[in-house]
């Protein structure tokens, strides 16, 4: 299900040039309402459903509504993310609460290397290799036509 804002909890990211949801978002759907100061989706339809917007939210103020298989009718669903872990809460009906708690990372933060740790690229742009070819291949050289 695409995602909203509660405008309640929106703080618009404290006014800055752009919010957090505006800078995630892979479609341009998450805008600031210069009036009010808080974000919004201007059109669901077309969200992807990525939940980028989500994750990122400072506020926890943009929420899903969940699909029926994963999320029975008329509960919510929150994330909460941190440096190394995102947690996902369900609220049923009920008022019961399931959490989820999944890692985002494999390595500790700040600590990837950007190469993968390959040798540096060659500054031949016009090589049709690709960055870690052959090497990553296994190959000595790459097959030329």
Known sequence: ???YVNPEKCDGCK????TAC???CPNDLMVLNDETMKAYNR???MCWEC?????ICPTQAVEVR??????PLGATVTCMRSTDAIMWTLKFRNGTLKRFKFPIRSTPEGS?????????PSDDLSSTA?????????????AKL
Do not use: H, R
């Open 130 to 142: 690709l960055f870690t070819e052959p090497e990553s291949l296994g190959l000595s050289e790459v």
């Open 1 to 3: 299900m695409p995602s």
């Open 66 to 71: 969940g699909y029926a298989d994963f999320v």
């Open 22 to 24: 505006q800078y995630i």
């Open 51 to 55: 939940y980028n917007c989500v994750k």
């Open 43 to 45: 059109d669901p339809s």
């Open 112 to 120: 990837a290397v950007p190469d993968g740790g390959w040798s540096t």
């Open 15 to 18: 006014a800055l040039d752009k």
